[in-house]
């Protein structure tokens, strides 16, 4: 919207030319989503406890969780309204990617809005039944891949590259494609799900994320730069950099009222939208491997879940004292705030991993 203007004013001011440029965008993008958190952050707060939007605790959590119960939730939802302000106001919103990138995170968290609207007002801990949920992700995993893949316009960005290796990249076929955007797009939407249940424990991780994939999204967009760190280059995709950089100021913003102890808790709302964000986006610039080396913590606790059910299942006995894993950090003893910094150190580290692997292939 307001690049539009710039393009506009530059004919009359050159300076407006600055524009143009995506880092100067994109740091735009994150102050102006930083700055509706923090300015809309207490007017959601008060309206979601005066709607009695309370989280609901599960029974068969760790009793230290018990002195939540009523603390607002639905609080993604302050992420959402945020990071789509900051996308309008600074994206190019003639980019097919831009517009995909936020109608996933939409559509995702129209789907966690009406399972933390069953938890609220049915006072079901459980919320929407699995199948619902899961159909729904489906669906809309399964659009986003059929787009990328029938809007494709270079051989790139139909392409599986495995990191670290710059001569290993395998052409996909339509049903291949489509099956690994759906399952990056509705597996990490699920995964960021599963690891917000502690204060301010899923959202770090995100926003350190969000803005690694921003650097592969800029040298993706960029031919110079894409060919010099010999990675895919997929045209219009440098535009991402807007959204990942709304998404680390609009998580940052949303952690200075999520911190332990939290004033308002993310919300299926949030991290259904943010986990299948961070898919769409990794698809997209053709890094799906390199997601799951960043968004490590997102997939141990993924993996201590399956692990655990399938335990119980097969012996009857329980591999972890409580899944998903951060649970079982805190039944043996460590204090909240331990198991969270420790985990937000695990998610630095691995982000560095990930980005080395634009220089070592």
């Known amino acids: ?53 309370g989280q609901p605790i599960r029974k068969e959590g760790p009793q230290s969780h018990f002195s939540k119960a009523g603390t607002p939730t639905m609080g993604g939802a302050l992420i959402l309204l945020t990071v789509a302000a900051s996308v309008l106001l600074w994206g190019d919103l003639r980019n097919r990617y831009v517009w ?130 010999q990675i895919p280059s997929i045209p219009g995709a440098g535009e991402l950099v807007i959204i990942c950089a709304a998404i680390a100021g609009a998580g940052l913003g949303f952690l200075w009222f999520n911190t332990y102890p939290a004033m308002v808790f993310m919300g299926d709302i949030g991290a259904l939208a943010l986990g299948a964000v961070l898919g769409t986006i990794a698809v997209i610039v053709r890094q799906e491997l390199v997601l799951v080396v960043m968004g490590g913590i997102f997939v141990i606790e993924t993996l201590s879940v399956m692990i655990q059910v399938a335990s119980f299942k097969m012996t009857g006995k329980r591999v972890f004292r409580m899944a998903p894993i951060h649970h079982h950090f805190e039944l043996k003893g460590w204090p909240e705030p331990r198991v969270i910094v420790r985990f937000w150190i695990i998610s630095v580290v691995l982000v560095l991993v990930g980005l080395a692997t634009l220089k070592v292939r």
């Open 1 to 53: 919207m307001l690049l539009e203007l710039a393009r506009w004013l530059e004919q009359l001011q050159s300076l407006f030319g600055l524009f143009n440029y995506l880092t100067f965008r994109g740091i735009l993008s994150a102050l102006t989503a930083l700055a509706l958190s923090l300015w809309w952050g207490p007017a959601v707060i008060r309206r979601l406890a005066q709607l009695k939007g």
């Open 100 to 229: 995909l990138v936020l109608v996933v995170m939409l559509a995702f968290g129209w789907i966690g809005w009406w399972d933390d609207w069953i938890k609220i007002v049915r006072r079901d801990p459980n919320g929407m039944r699995s199948r619902t949920k899961y159909a729904l992700q489906s669906l809309f995993g399964l659009g986003a891949g059929l787009f990328l893949f029938y809007t494709a316009d270079v051989p790139a960005a139909t392409t599986f590259y495995i990191p670290f290796f710059k001569a290993v990249a395998l052409p996909l076929v339509g049903v291949t494609f489509v099956a690994i955007a759906y399952f990056w797009i509705v597996g990490f939407s699920n995964a960021v799900n599963l690891t917000d249940g502690l204060d301010g424990l899923a959202i770090m991780p995100t926003v350190l994320v969000a803005c690694a994939l921003g650097v592969f999204a800029y040298a993706s967009g960029n031919a110079v730069f894409s060919n010099y760190l």
